[in-house]
Every structure is written in C-alpha cells, then in structure tokens.
C-alpha cells in the first residue's frame, strides 16, 4: 500500500485539530472558590491518599509538566530561568490565574463544540459549578446526561425525608410512580439527551430482563427499609441492591425507548 500523500495528511491534520468536537462523557468543573478542594495532581493519576504523592515522579507527571507549561506559556523568570519548569511550578502558575482564564486556556485549543453532561456525581452540588456554566466556553449549549441511579437516590431521599415510608405500605409502589413520572419529565426536556446508567459499578451487567417476582417485590421492600434504617443514623443511601437496580434500569429503558433518547452505561476501567 503506498504512504499517504503529503496533502492526504493536511487535510487529515485540519479534520482532526479544526473539526468542532462533542465531548459526550463530561462531569462538571469545580466552582472558583473549590478550584484547589481537589489536589491537581488528580490530572495525571487515579491514585488516593499517600500514593497520590508519588504520582509527581512518574512519566506521565514530567510528560504533563512539559504541556502544560507551553499551555500556560510560564514565563522563565517565574521559574527562575532555570532549564526545565517543575510540576510545582506549573501548580504555583495555576494558581496566579483567574479561574474564567484559567479555563478558558484549556478549553480553546480544544474545540470542543459542546458538552454533554453527567451532573450525577457525588459532591457535584457542593463542589461543582452547574451545567449551562460551561456553556462560556463553548459554541451550543451544555446538554444533561441523567444518571438514574442518583435520581432514584434523590427520589428516595425525599420520600424518607417526607415520612412516606411510615405512612406508606408497600412503597415501592410509591417510588415507581414518581420515578416513572419524573423521568418521563425529565427525558422530554431539550436539555436532557440520554439517561446513564452506573449498574456495573453497583451490582454488574448481568441485568434480569424479567419484571419482579412476588417474593423479589418483598425482598426490594425489605431493602427500602434497611435504606430507611441507614439514612436515619447517616442522611445518605447508596443503591446496590441488584433486584432493585435492575428494577430501576428496566424502567429507565422504557421511558428512553418511549423518547426515542439513548441510555448508556459506564463500563470498567
């Protein structure tokens, strides 16, 4: 096969670093006032605690160091003129710069068109500018990703908050209807694009496709109720019960079927 020709390759070169991009798997940035909450060094390893330190000595540290201070363009009397800028400098730089810039730098050579969202994460709410924020820094409008593990989280959270467990016997009935007429809601909305679903995190993807038994049903009240238990003692409750998840996967899938929108899952690794 003969190599490419020399115009082959420009009109490659222009496709791929002047074509406008769609980012479909984005979480939010963090808000000017938590901008350092998480530690920077989050951007070249997935380590935590104490292995998170040695993640400076790695290739993959001194190969970001050198990108982002051309990104940055630090200026050699920041770094003393010295030969090669550190990851400290880099950090020290970050920090002089006003956030909108600072995120404006990194998204301009990007051309990144638009960001689909998963607002879905933990923390999200206290950490996180919210969704339309990014459109700054982008052509069209930021859309949502929902991730219906959270939203069956959050519908739970107000129903145990409200006292609807105690007053309602079973609850699951109670619980379908809601996250059956919110998701409705939700997916019809313009600036929701896909449900997510995280399931092979909670409990895999080996998902029944069958509707819940009568002893499954009596078994899934039985877990509302020990979620029940758990938010009174911590206000918090994690999905990762597998009758349930599936339960609420299956439901996901009918109303993104109904809408003709996508549901996507969040594989391993």
């Known amino acids: 096969m003969a190599p490419p020709s020399p115009l082959t390759l420009k009109q490659l070169y222009q496709t791929t670093f002047n074509h406008p991009a769609i980012d479909n798997h984005a979480h939010p940035l963090l808000s000017s006032n938590r901008r350092s909450r998480i530690p920077f060094e989050g951007v070249i390893s997935e380590a935590q605690g104490d292995a998170l330190d040695d993640a400076i000595h790695t290739l993959a540290c001194y190969h970001a160091t050198e990108q982002l201070n051309e990104l940055f363009e630090i200026p050699p009397a920041f770094v003393n003129h010295r030969r090669s800028c550190t990851w400290d400098d880099v950090k020290r730089w970050r920090d002089t710069l006003d956030y909108s810039d600072l995120c404006r730098t990194c998204f301009e050579p990007t051309h990144i068109e638009c960001i689909l969202m998963d607002d879905g994460l933990n923390g999200v709410d206290e950490l996180a500018e919210p969704y339309q924020w990014h459109d700054t820094f982008t052509r069209s409008e930021t859309k949502r990703i929902l991730r219906i593990e959270k939203f069956a989280e959050d519908i739970l959270t107000q129903l145990f908050k409200s006292g609807s467990f105690r007053e309602h016997s079973p609850l699951l009935p109670v619980f379908d209807d809601i996250f059956r007429r919110d998701l409705d809601l939700q997916i019809s909305l313009p600036n929701v694009v896909a449900f997510k679903s995280i399931v092979c995190y909670r409990t895999g993807l080996q998902i029944s496709t069958k509707p819940l038994n009568v002893q ?50 969040r594989p391993r690794g």
């Open 216 to 265: 499954e049903v009596s078994d899934v009240e039985l877990e509302l109720s020990r979620l029940y238990t758990v938010f009174q003692s911590q206000r918090a409750i994690r999905l990762q019960y597998k009758p349930f998840n599936d339960h609420i996967v299956r439901i996901a899938l009918e109303m993104a079927a109904k809408h003709d929108k996508p549901i996507s899952h």
